[in-house]
């Protein structure tokens, strides 16, 4: 069958939005395609930094002529509504109708004909649409034409459209169509400085290989892997290391047609510079591979640039170009470095007063003081040193106010962690610094380090309770403050560092320190005020939520202080409504099943986290088993029969069965292994053995299998009928020790 070949040639189209051009230009076509009734067997795209390009390949020559039936009014209707309905079927009468038998009564129905086109007519009509339609992020317009109305927008100006459509062993029809003057046609252009003449082409397989002779590698994942292998062929020739950057490497294969791998370098004064920063400053400002020692693991004074063009000098002059930038730019960093150094973390703070963290919560300074007292908090919990956590909790964000964090704001955290250890901080407190931001993605570490552990949490914590303070909760797919991924890091430091946090009791107290700050009550008293109701409370959930009442009274009135804390229990058990969501999101990445997450959860909102994936891990083993299948098959079993009864007889069947009504040995079997069960399920799960609590619940099967075999449940007496009905219930009741059975699918 035939092949689509298209190519839109222009300047230069930016690195960034080549991937997605490419993807979109290939969805466009193919939906296209197919809502014309053309199925195609294979498409792919490719982009360079000067044109697009499209094959699909085994396109029907035609579209199948269509055979459609329209019915029409019954017979009889009114006169407006079959002229109606013969307008639109294009019927000059209704003897040109069918009479379709109904018992409803007869009706009029169309045979529509509507013979296929052929499918370059069809080309000819969609391209241009989809030419002018085409979602850049950014376009423009230029030349004469661009006052115009109706002229075209582009992401650089477009000076060239290829379209051929037919089959390999003929010569291929162009697409005939024209976009704001240019004419589609089968002429493409090479390498703008090594072979820029004009070429001809006709399908797919001759025009990419008319390209590579013009100097021009279409596909770029192969671009990729030349400039991959040529630059690990570089540095190991020299006795390096390439440093390898996939996101680089993605970048400067959009910026080249023909790549070629070059070294140069600089000056060895500047490997004083910590290596990310050396690092940042080469690949930001000339997108050029750093190289590393093999002996030492730290960076060489080398570096590899990707140029575009075979020079006659064999480079030479463009790695001078490159290395006399480079030397300037590295200039700059030192400079930075070095006056960064001269001022410690702490000496900065007082500016972070003057920053607005967000209009309703205050500055950094606050946020920072919050972060501080929330961490120490943290620390014993987590086995860190108190005083250490607050060291670190306070210098952790001092380095966004250097100058190296300025100009490279990705090595926040980092500096931070250089310019502490330079200034003599505990290796713990320096850490700190870079690791509280992790983990920023799933792909990232999470922090070990029990004073990063308390520092990350601390910071994700108040992130969130402060948004959830002043409602800004994310919604629908618009998280502006990351949200989602500050939930996303609490979860993954507990899970991973095997944690056990009353996580409700951290958002209350993360609460008061948000909600006095909110109301400008001073540091000082807040803090008396906290030591002296901590000496005489014990923190449980209960306690911190009594804690947390008494101490709003101490600075506003009672009728205040009961209206905030009657505002913040339900909003705080909706953070952690979300917190869980996100949880089952994570179990499930992690391999468990949703119904196991869900039916975990359902038994009663837990905020030990690490403990629900213990259970559910313990429950997916349970149910792997056989009596877990068939435990499950008879729970599920009365369940059923309790929603139908009780949503026929308008009732629940709550309530203790009575044993005197037990007519059946069968019956009093039941209940007894419901009673071992329930007290042995229950004492399991409150010591945290969810497998011995499985192990319990394994001895209900053989009552539950000899119930259903030899009992009526719907026995004719009402009395005993009722009674039977409340001993399905406890068969309910006696599973919720550990699960809700009823959400778990067969």
Known sequence: MPDLLLELFSEEIPARMQAKAADDLRRMITDKLVAEGLVYEGAKAFATPRRLALTVHGIPARQADLKQERRGPKIGAPHAAVQGFLKAAGLKSLDEAKVQRDPKGDFYIALIEKPGRATLEVLADILPVIVRTFPWPKSMRWGERSARSGALNWVRPLHAIVATFGLETEEPDVVRFTVDGIEAGQTTYGHRFMAPAAIAVRRFEDYEAKLAAAKVVLDPARRKDIILA??????????????????????VAGLVEWPVALMGSFDAEFLSIPDEVIRATIRNNQKCFVVSDPKTGKLANKFILTANIEASDGGMAIVAGNERVIRARLSDAKFFYDTDLKTKLEDRLPKFDTIVFHEKLGTQGERISRIERLAAEIAPLVGADVEKTRRAAKLAKADLLTEVVGEFPELQGLMGKYYALAQGEDASVAAASEEHYKPQGPNDRVPTDPVSVAVALADKIDTLVGFWAIDEKPTGSKDPYALRRAALGVIRIIMENELRLELYELLLWADIEVLL??????????????DHLRREDVLTQQGASRIRNRMLKKFFSEETATEEHDEAVPRLFNLLDFIVDRLEAQLRTTGARYDLVSAALAVQLEDDLFRVSRRVEALGKFLDTEDGKNLLAGTKRAANILRIEEKKDGKTYDGAPDAALY????????????????????TAVAREDFAGAMSSMAKLRPAVDAFFDKVKVNDDDPKVRENRFKLLNEIRAATRAVADFSKIQD
């Open 663 to 682: 007519a059946l040995d069968e019956e009093k079997a039941l209940a007894k292994a419901i009673d071992q069960v329930k007290a042995e399920a229950s």
């Open 517 to 530: 700050d909110i109301k400008g009550v001073k540091f000082d008293r807040q803090q008396n005020s906290l």
């Open 230 to 251: 040529d630059a690990r062929q570089l540095a190991f020739a020299q006795g390096f290391e390439l440093v390898e950057d996939q996101a680089l490497l993605d970048e």
